[in-house]
């Protein structure tokens, strides 16, 4: 490994501070900036990495191209007493996203429940994060997007439909809030990009060829294949699901026609749609008893007996928050390639990356 | 085969006036055994004839023993705008279920979105029926149960979760509802019995055996094993999200403490919950442009090249309403083992089976 290409340690705050500079040199406001550096640093305490500050270089490539809009102000087109339309207007798909469960939110704190889809939004990044939002909250969060397609159906050959991701998060106290954040694909097509860097085999239904059957090599998928929906139908049914909610609903673009927000033309607005949901669990009983019922749910899951002495049955995000807690203590470790993007990034907006040293 | 052994074709009329006296005979009142009925035999009309009259035997037998009451009448214990919480008072799961997505329909109306938590309920049957009830009055469907424990968790060795129902339905039209009803395990655990009678063997990822290691022989589930969730740690996930929404803020029995109920005790209430979410997509866009979108999006999906020139591209339910437009138009054909279970309760009732042919 040559210097471009080691890991670099990092404090999320120094993380994002850069980032916050990086966001107003591309026309962002500050308070803007700082939704997103949150959104994506927070991503990256978890250990996401790919859904983090590696997508910043691109996000601001496409500020500056036209792509997104850096003026943008995500606003409610139509609304109800639970449910909201939202124009994100182009502008960086964390602001709008943020703005989106915060209405969600204040909703459901009157009606019980609220829904608010997007339209006009780009990459949401983790869509966790959002779900995490309603859950500090107090409230059951769902958030969801459609993306351009890379999943095969079943009986089909080629790429069908996005690989939506799709997010639940379950308040709790005084543990962390259960975060389910999953990709509708058997996996993510960042798992099978390293296997064919690597050059190793992949199990036969990560992926299927260019001509719709399964393939353990990973070169089927760059090579025009598609990732396979976890689950067979269910995953195809899922991201059928998500891309009503989140895009047929609000007013969003469809299937095919959502550009690919890392490859495509970045002067042209992808188009992604997105929605929202928020339950407020306090209106079904008193917090504490929720609270307690819901721990009990989670302790007795984690009691069960395990496979072997060495298993550990997990709740969905236990891994993240406990990343995030060492993060915030001993810094992030950022992977090589996120560090040579953001080194990209700093060469053309003239910002030193080891400022991030401090 | 004998004749014990062997199918039976029925009109649809004919099998839910032989299911409406049953339940009469187990003292429901003719609205909630007509309602009961309904819910069936549109489950056996779609094919799914592990969840239609199949159950109607063991629902009754919990009727006359006091696992189920049969002037039990589904109460709401609190609600506003958008949301409530039902007492299903134990009576049939069918009528509480149909009673809670009517109040998640009409508040959905009003406010755009409506979630029903349910407690003292039992097995709820096809989740896509209720689902479907949205979708006919043009909103988006969702509905869940919780169940007792069959499925495995990564890590764990026996049962953690229920393998529980979530099922979607998107409106349409012309098109039938789009509807996604799924259980969170890889496959069924009929399945995987079916699999056993004819001494197949079934693919490692269905069961893990008493060890909690995956297992190729269906033997390894009856002998103290555990279905797989489906995608692994995803399953595992959405189960304790449904088990949240439908059990932990309804205020239901949660994971061991749910009877099984075909198997428990059935002077017993098997105590499970279930929850209601219904969208007016309506509100989002005047109905004509939602359902233009709408089908634009299904007829893009289904005419994506195929595999072979034999392959289909279905939507999630499409086989199912196809099955029932048969099954209107020819009959029914009750496979042996209903037909079986159908005779049992025919002995016990003092009903005749035979009224069934006519």
Redesign the interface.
């Known amino acids: 490994m040559n210097s471009t290409l080691s890991e670099l340690t990092v404090s999320a705050e120094a993380l994002e501070a850069f980032t916050v500079d990086a966001l107003k040199k591309a026309g962002l406001s500050a308070a803007d900036a700082r939704t997103t550096a949150q959104v994506l640093v927070t991503t990256d305490t978890w250990g996401v990495f790919t859904h983090g500050v590696n997508s910043l270089h691109r996000y601001i490539q496409r500020l500056i191209a036209g792509g997104l809009n850096p003026r943008g102000v995500p606003t409610i087109v139509?609304e109800?007493?639970?449910?909201a339309?939202v124009d994100g207007q182009n502008s960086v798909a964390m602001v709008t996203s943020v703005r989106a469960m915060e209405i969600a939110i204040a909703k459901a704190r009157?009606?019980?429940?609220?829904?608010v889809?997007v339209f006009n939004t780009c990459h949401f990044g983790a869509a966790g994060y959002y779900a995490t939002m309603a859950a500090e909250q107090n409230m059951?969060g769902v958030a969801m997007a459609n993306d351009a397609p890379s999943m095969n159906?079943?009986?089909?050959?080629?790429r069908?439909?996005g690989n939506n991701p799709l997010a639940?998060a379950?308040p709790m106290s005084p543990r962390k809030p259960?975060v389910?954040d999953?990709a509708l694909s058997?996996v993510a097509g960042g798992k099978v990009s390293a296997a064919h860097i690597n050059g190793k085999p992949i199990p036969p239904d990560w992926v299927v060829d260019m001509?719709?059957?399964p393939s353990s090599d990973p070169a089927a998928f760059v090579n025009g294949g598609s990732l396979s929906p976890?689950?067979g139908?269910?995953?195809?049914?899922?991201a059928?699901?998500v891309?009503?909610?989140a895009?047929?609903?609000?007013?969003a673009s469809?299937?095919?026609d959502v550009l690919r927000w890392k490859i495509d033309n970045v002067a042209t607005p992808t188009g992604h749609g997105a929605a929202f949901?928020a339950?407020?669990?306090e209106?079904?009983?008193p917090m504490d008893q929720?609270q307690s019922?819901?721990e009990?749910?989670a302790a007795?899951?984690k009691a069960?007996?395990?496979?072997?002495s060495k298993?550990?049955?997990?709740?969905?995000g236990e891994r993240e928050w406990d990343t995030r807690d060492r993060a915030l203590r001993d810094g992030i470790v950022l992977p090589a390639d996120v560090v040579l993007s953001l080194r990209e990034l700093c060469d053309e907006l003239k910002l030193d990356l080891d400022a991030l040293r401090r």
Chains 1, 2 share one sequence.
């Not at 009157?110 to 829904?115: D, F, K, L, S, V």
């Not at 139908?233 to 899922?238: E, I, Q, R």
Request: with cysteine; hydrophobic share 50%; glycine share 12%.
């Open positions: 139509a109800g007493p639970a449910w339309r009157q009606c019980g429940i609220a829904y889809g059951f159906a079943p009986g089909a050959r080629g069908v439909t639940f379950i259960i389910l999953m058997t001509d719709g059957n976890m689950a139908y269910k995953g195809y049914g899922m059928i699901v891309e009503t909610l895009a047929v609903m609000p007013g469809m299937l095919a949901i339950i407020d669990v209106k079904m009983m929720y019922r819901a009990a749910m007795r899951i069960s007996p395990t496979r072997t298993d550990r049955i997990l709740m969905p």
